[in-house]
């Protein structure tokens, strides 16, 4: 069984550094094919894509915030580690850890969410 | 940019009838689509991957269709477990990139 869990602050302040840890179980980030997303989604809005890394440690980021990401994996600890630099009440959203499977190129196992609020 | 435009926004149907969702991309998507359900307060929960794929799990009464830049999910006698917002999600090659739209609200009529 695939589980995913985000962890890490609730609140940030304008201009910091969100760090969000993806904790995960019943999957290995080396088996060939295998990726982790980050998406993001604020209060009442439409989801959107952050980034992913895959098993091979190729990483992709959303062209649009991609100066301010950063996507690492740690497969030894199953954790696959997120930031996003500078801070903004606009990146008030609820953040989602989630798998993508070989050839799907789609999500199949998110995470909770873990709600971040932006706010002096 | 692919934009994904969902249609329509808010779709009202009975129980026990068929809804028809749709998902237009602006450029040729071959068959790069997913569609994901979502409920308050709840995860996106996957559907539909390859355009026409049932994910694991997921009851019959869920199907996919299109490719190009026409996509359809439609439910075929709703169950009142199905009321939820829907959205739809395309991968693109290059530059790569996952774009979501902006979802269809499926609410009891």
């Known amino acids: 069984q695939i589980t995913l869990k985000e962890s890490g602050p609730t609140l940030v302040k304008p201009t910091q550094t969100l760090t969000l840890t993806c904790t995960f179980s019943?999957?290995?980030?080396?088996?060939?094919?295998?990726?982790v997303g980050w998406i993001r989604q604020p209060p009442g809005k439409a989801l959107e894509w952050l980034a992913l890394?895959?098993?091979?440690?190729?990483?992709r980021y959303s062209p649009s915030l991609k100066s301010r990401l950063t996507i690492t994996k740690d497969t030894s600890k199953n954790r696959v580690v997120f930031t996003m630099t500078n801070m903004d009440p606009v990146d008030t959203a609820t953040y989602y850890c989630?798998?993508?499977?070989?050839?799907?190129?789609?999500?199949?196992?998110w995470g909770q969410g873990t709600m971040v609020t932006v706010s002096s | 940019e692919i934009v994904m435009t969902q249609s329509p926004a808010t779709l009202s149907v009975s129980p026990g009838e068929r809804a028809t969702l749709s998902c237009r991309a602006s450029?040729?998507?071959?068959?790069?689509l997913a569609w994901y359900q979502q409920k308050p307060g709840q995860a996106p929960r996957l559907l539909i991957y390859?355009?026409?794929t049932r994910a694991t799990g997921i009851p019959a009464r869920f199907s996919g269709s299109g490719s190009g830049t026409e996509f359809t999910l439609t439910i075929s006698s709703l169950q009142s477990e199905d009321f939820a917002v829907y959205y739809c999600?395309?991968?693109?090659?290059?530059?790569?990139?996952?774009?979501f739209g902006q979802g269809t609200k499926l609410e009891i009529k």
């Open positions: 989630a798998h993508e499977p070989y050839g799907s190129d789609a999500f199949d196992i």
């Open positions: 019943g999957f290995s980030l080396s088996t060939s094919g295998v990726g």
């Open positions: 890394i895959y098993w091979d440690d190729d990483k």
């Open positions: 450029q040729s998507l071959s068959s790069n």
């Open positions: 390859g355009a026409s």
């Open positions: 999600q395309q991968y693109n090659n290059w530059p790569p990139r996952y774009t």
